[in-house]
């Protein structure tokens, strides 16, 4: 065989290589039925990095999740979604309506076909408002259509933040609003022939004159897990709390979800995937470490790790929590 023919065989060979190795890139290893016993890092490197992760949703059919990633400073924020398919996780990408303004905090409504989030993009044509508003868009195929604003009487020129939906419709959000409880409050708009109606607040079993924002309504409506910063039976940064509905329809007084959740950082923006019963949050805790920093190299890689103190997504199953 002459050398000619040796080399080209070898830069097949090379070639075949390089495509397999780049179709092993194009899929990650994530298991989103996986349930942990206590709080653990949820898919380490792949969604946790040491960027700011924050705010994740599932899909009800478990083949999609989007989450929010921001940069150190949390300058630039945008959805990142990744798609399974025939078995695969896709790797980590920008949602096609994300990347040019801050996009954060979504939520799949109607069985996924609907994707709610908060973004600071223009509410109106040529307006230089830059507050957070409620957005919406319905899905496309593999694409999201184009985002469209809710109504005046849920978007105000002040923020709007985390939008979660009930099975039957009602929007559950926080924002600060003269006829509120505290300095941030949540807030439900119920939905009635399709129309969102005027919000009202929640009472004070749930809103104190403290920050409670970044609540999650559960499909049923019956269960409300939130953050709140400032009472006085808080760890630390902000505390995840739990609300149970009663019989007659009454939310429960809001209980500390205690220190096996909750630690001297931020903890906040849950999400419960009921079809594989786990709960999701974001949390700033850090790992802990004393040694003494002796060389800029060990700086940089203390300063690049997954647990450093940026938001990281947790997550825990739902048996472990005693929701009652």
């Known amino acids: 065989m002459s050398s000619i023919k040796i080399h080209a065989l070898l830069f097949l060979s090379l070639m075949t290589l390089g495509c397999q190795k780049n179709k092993q890139q194009e899929t990650i290893d994530i298991d989103t039925a996986l349930s942990t016993t206590k709080v653990d890092i949820f898919a380490e490197g792949i969604v946790s990095t040491n960027l700011y992760e924050r705010d994740i949703a599932i899909a009800q059919n478990g083949t999609e999740l989007i989450y929010s990633i921001g940069d150190y400073k949390q300058k630039k924020r945008c959805l990142v979604q990744i798609r399974k398919r025939n078995g695969k996780w896709s790797k980590p990408e920008i949602v096609n309506i ?21 973004s600071n993009r223009p509410i109106e044509k040529g307006s230089k408002r830059e507050d957070y508003n409620i957005w919406y868009s319905d899905r496309n195929g593999d694409l999201w259509g184009e985002p469209k604003a809710l109504g005046k009487n849920i978007n105000t020129v002040k923020d709007e933040f985390y939008p979660s939906i009930s099975k039957n ?3 559950y959000f926080t924002a600060s609003k003269e006829d509120g409880i505290g300095r941030e409050d949540i807030f439900v708009a119920k939905k009635v022939d399709g129309k969102y109606q005027n919000p009202s607040v929640l009472d004070s079993t749930i809103n104190t004159m403290h920050y409670e924002f970044n609540a999650f309504i559960s499909p049923d409506e019956n269960v409300l897990i939130f953050s709140s910063f400032g009472r006085e039976d808080g760890y ?60 800029i190299e060990e ?12 938001g990281n997504i947790y997550r825990i199953s739902l048996d472990k929590l005693n929701l009652e």
């Open 98 to 118: 994300s990347g040019k303004y801050q996009d954060i905090e979504p939520f799949y409504a109607e069985e996924g076909k609907r994707l709610f989030f908060a």
């Open 299 to 310: 700086m940089s890689a203390f300063s690049n790790k997954v647990k450093n103190g940026m």
């Open 169 to 171: 419709g009602n929007l």
């Open 236 to 295: 630390g940064g902000g505390d995840l709390y739990f609300s149970i509905r009663d019989k007659e329809g009454k939310w429960q007084k809001a209980q500390n979800m205690g220190e096996h959740i909750n630690s001297p950082q931020l903890d906040y923006c849950p999400f419960i995937d009921t079809q594989r019963n786990n709960l999701y949050f974001t949390s700033e805790r850090i790992e802990k470490d004393s040694a003494r920093i002796k060389s």
